[in-house]
């Protein structure tokens, strides 16, 4: 178990901690477990709707396996500004984390569970934190995803018809961003040029186009080569 040198209240669970006697571990084993087997199941493998070859999603498995997947617990209920302010802890931690010698940054993540939040009230509070997070964690290079039962209403890459974003508890999830992040962050100004400043000279061939008709209605100019 790791903890964060900037406030020894906040920890990261690794998947080695789970069979432990840590107090979190203890108190919300169920949701950890939980998680920890829908990623395993859900995540890692192919789904029938996704509407393209491959895992749901394409880092999960390496990040379970490199030791990268760090779970988190924010206990209570609160709105979705105590979310949000409780994610920028996480925030700065993850950047300051260090993968293993060989590990690409891509793969690590940290899963802020919120395991007491009733369903009814899940899907407010954790998409109310999700829109206020979203643009300074963008800036930064990072993506901050939601996830709860429901699922959320937002449709998958490939499939429109097919809802991703379900999970067993309410979570919001911290990764970098990546090159396929294009269409989360296509339609805001601000968004779009983050993206471009890390990857507007190297967009996925698939994307490409797109990538530059995006650049051009938004009065950007990109050169790939």
């Not at 097919?162 to 962050?185: C, E």
């Amino acid at each position: 178990m790791l903890t964060d040198p900037a406030d020894p209240t906040r920890a990261l669970i690794e998947l080695s901690d789970l069979d432990g006697e840590h107090e979190l571990v203890r108190g919300y084993g169920v949701p950890l477990k939980e998680t920890v087997v829908w990623a395993r199941e859900y995540l890692c493998r192919p789904h029938p709707d996704l509407g393209r070859k491959g895992p749901v999603c394409p880092y999960a498995q390496t990040s379970l396996d490199r030791g990268v997947f760090y779970l988190a617990v924010q206990p209570g209920t609160p709105d979705g500004d105590a979310v949000a302010e409780a994610l920028d802890g996480y925030r700065d931690w993850f950047r300051a984390l260090v993968s293993p010698p060989g590990t690409s940054a891509q793969y690590r993540t940290i899963l802020v569970l919120f395991p007491d939040l009733p369903e009814a009230e899940a899907a407010r509070t954790i998409d109310a934190a999700q829109r206020l997070l979203k643009p300074r964690y963008v800036r930064e290079g990072l993506m901050v995803g939601e996830f709860y039962p429901g699922p959320p209403p937002k449709a998958g890459l490939w499939n429109p018809d097919f809802l991703p974003l379900g999970s067993p508890v309410p979570m919001l999830v911290i990764r970098h961003m990546v090159a396929t992040d294009f269409a989360f962050l296509r339609e805001d100004r601000e968004q779009l040029a983050a993206y471009l400043e890390r990857f507007g000279d190297r967009p996925p061939a698939a994307l490409r186009a797109e990538v530059e008709e995006a650049a051009r209605l938004h009065g950007f100019t990109v050169r790939v080569p």
